[in-house]
């Protein structure tokens, strides 16, 4: 099988090496094609501010402080990147990670579950809501929005109800509560990052070999090799910053873990594909066979079973599950990571690591302020702004786009 | 030409709210027969289209495959049956590349957990896109960012993706250039010496003349002339589009008459 095409001679070909790298870098964003460099910037000018304001905020401790707080939140925002994908909403995520940590919580606590059924309970939960909403939107055709927002109010009365007259649940199960106690050491997270770097690297090399056999036109090597450097760049950081301090925590390998998986599955699978072509065109999707509602149900039951998984971890985390769980500016703040991260809420682009991505902002914002001892009055707008920000970016690059003929 | 057609609509009505659409349209296409469905705007012919694919239910009327009653009840069952359509709004998702609308809905998977082959869907869609002598910069572009014209190969090209027996064209030639235009018109020829049955709608005479068997012509959602080509006229066929008889509307023989 081969396939040599001659080279369109429309097609801009760059010169090599870092100048012609600039230029088509340059050119990308002139049509809009930002992809994640806004929040890059974002992100590193806020962390530049804080630890100009306070050096504590670039330590070891108060970093993987950090990424303890985000783990919660920013997978709620995973299932909700998926959500936006579609072009749809999902205001019941965190009533719904409430609900799902309550019943795991008074099944282990109160009727002596075994922790792995709780858990289980806990996320069959969070399926089966998002199920239900899934199919209430697609059979009676009521929009995403409105289900959901009765779903924000009703699960949070049902959060009240499994949690009873005391209205707090302490968690005193060991596994649960290791699910965000438990850091590994820095041997294992450094073989760990090894092997996570070695198996990307040979799927990006395996990827090249079969375009290469297969004669079709390989990506520049300075492409193939940032693809490997970029991410091994950051997970060694990562690792470096966490051994510093008291290792690997799992909560961030579980964050992470889910990030990454789903964002295989969009870009790697079927149904991945399918999400996208749902959420760029529904009408095309729907002619080209694709099973639409099945699609938007699958997409609100997995949303909301990451949602479940957040909950659990909030839990963990307080060690307790109580009235406020899952309330105040939990689902806000997830919606805005996916948003901040660069997910369009036009549907049809995005990337799961949008959800790391804006958490990471959403959660440097509050961590810095609280360093510098801010009223959460402030948080809430700077958070705000940041908000309005990214989602302008979202909608002018959008505009370049068109203007570009790309959208 | 073989005695039962391929695919055979009788009675077909459709409304849309208080418009009728199509009102009791009998429809037939052979194997290796190519129909041309003319008519002017509004007449109801992309909603014909509609229907053999599938994504307009059936509300009145019967479908036929092949003399056996079938029933469409959506995309899938008329794919199923081997029918594939080019629409008239082209139907592409703008936010993918040209691969992935190409195979949208037939991806490729690999064994393993590798998941999409996109390397053996992007030599396919290559070689597919350059037996049609479409032209693209890269498979890769996403559709959002082709022009009018490659948007319209795509959408043919993904037509004869799998292996059709019936290819319904909506106005497949209307943004193409004269090559391309040629391309498709003989790609018409092709299918039809392979033995697929091809329905094809056209505003432009010519190329109905050049490529059909038979013209269907449709005037306020109904069937309301069939010509044979060979046998036809043009202004026989304009005619019957208007609904106006020719020998009033000549401007020759009315200039006679005071
Ligand atoms: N989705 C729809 N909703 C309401 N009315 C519709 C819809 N689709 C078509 N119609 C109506 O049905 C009639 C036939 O439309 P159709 O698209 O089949 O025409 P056509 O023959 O393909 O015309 P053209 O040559 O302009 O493509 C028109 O009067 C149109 O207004
Ligand atoms: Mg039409």
């Known amino acids: ?407 | 030409m073989a005695a039962t057609p391929l695919l055979e609509l009788k009675g077909i009505t459709r409304h849309f709210g208080a418009i009728q659409a199509l009102r009791q349209v009998d429809f037939e296409v052979h194997a290796g027969e190519v129909v041309a469905l003319v008519g002017d705007n509004g007449a109801g012919k992309s909603t014909l289209v509609k229907t053999l694919a599938g994504i307009l239910p059936v509300e009145e009327g019967q479908v036929f495959f092949e003399g056996q009653p079938v029933r469409l009840t959506g995309p899938q069952s008329a794919t199923a049956l081997g029918v594939a359509t080019v629409y008239q709004d082209l139907a592409l998702c703008d936010n993918l590349d040209v691969v992935g609308n190409l195979f949208l809905g037939r991806e490729l998977t690999a064994r393993g957990p590798g998941g999409l082959d996109e390397t053996t869907m992007e030599v396919q869609a290559t070689q597919l896109l350059r037996r049609l002598s479409v032209s693209l910069p890269s498979v890769r572009t996403q559709v959002a960012a082709l022009s009018g014209g490659q948007r319209q190969s795509i959408a043919v090209a993904r037509a004869m993706m799998g292996s059709p027996r019936v290819v319904l064209l909506d106005e497949p030639t209307a943004a193409l250039g004269v090559a391309q235009t040629r391309q498709v018109l003989d790609l018409i020829r092709r299918l039809r010496e392979q033995g697929l049955g091809v329905v094809v709608i056209s505003h432009n005479l010519v190329d109905v003349f050049s490529v059909a068997n038979r013209i269907v012509v449709m005037r306020l959602g109904r069937r309301v002339a069939t010509f044979d080509t060979k046998a036809a006229r043009e202004v026989d066929v304009v005619a019957a589009i208007t609904g106006v008889d020719t020998t009033e509307s000549n401007p020759r023989l009315t200039a006679e008459a005071p």
Do not use: C, Y
Request: hydrophobic share 55%; glycine share 12%; charged share 10%.
């Open chain 1, 1 to 407: 099988m081969s396939a040599q095409v001659p080279v369109d001679p429309r097609l801009v070909s760059d010169a090599p090496g870092p100048k012609g790298a600039w230029v088509a870098w340059r050119r990308r964003l002139a049509q809009g094609e930002l992809g994640s460099l806004p929040v890059l910037v974002g992100l590193a000018s806020i962390w530049l501010l804080f630890s100009f304001a306070n050096p504590r905020f670039l330590s070891a401790v108060n970093l993987t402080n950090l990424m303890l707080q985000i783990s919660a939140m920013g997978t709620l925002s995973v299932g909700l990147v998926l959500v936006l994908l579609l072009g749809e909403i999902d205001l019941s995520a965190g009533a719904v990670s409430g609900l799902a940590a309550a019943v795991m919580a008074t099944l282990s606590v109160q009727r002596g579950w075994a922790p792995v059924p709780a858990l289980l309970a806990g996320l069959g939960t969070g399926a089966a809501v998002g199920l239900f909403h899934g199919l209430w939107m697609t059979w009676l055709r009521v929009p995403s929005f409105v289900v959901t927002l009765a779903g924000l109010l009703g699960w949070q009365g049902a959060l009240l109800s499994v949690l009873g007259a005391t209205g707090t649940v302490n968690l005193t199960d060991e596994v649960i509560l290791a699910l965000t106690g438990t850091f590994f050491p820095p041997a294992v997270a450094w073989g760990a990052a090894g092997v996570v770097i070695a198996l990307h690297g040979a799927t990006v090399a395996l990827g090249r070999r079969r375009r290469a056999a297969a004669g079709l036109p390989l990506p520049p090597w300075r492409h193939t090799l940032m693809t490997v450097a970029g991410p091994a760049v950051v997970i060694v950081a990562a690792v470096a910053v966490f051994s510093w301090d008291r290792g690997l925590p799992l909560a961030v390998v579980l964050f992470a873990g889910l990030a990454s998986g789903v964002e295989w599955m969009l870009r790697r699978t079927r149904f991945g594909r399918h999400v996208f072509a749902v959420g760029g065109n529904a009408e095309a999707a729907r002619r080209a066979g694709i099973r639409v509602r099945g699609v938007r149900v699958a997409v609100f039951t997995l949303a909301s079973t990451l949602a479940a998984a957040g909950g659990i971890l909030a839990g963990s985390r307080l060690m307790a599950v109580n009235q406020s769980s899952g309330s105040g500016d939990v689902l806000l703040n997830a919606i805005a990571a996916a948003v901040i991260g660069g997910t369009s809420l036009f549907g049809g682009r995005g990337s799961a690591w949008s959800a790391l991505l804006g958490a990471l902002v959403i959660g440097s914002i509050s961590n810095g302020m609280d360093l510098l001892a801010l009223s959460s009055s402030v948080k809430f707008m700077v958070t705000g702004g940041v908000l309005l920000v990214a989602a302008s970016i979202d909608a002018l690059s959008r505009r370049e786009r068109q203007a570009a003929g790309r959208a």
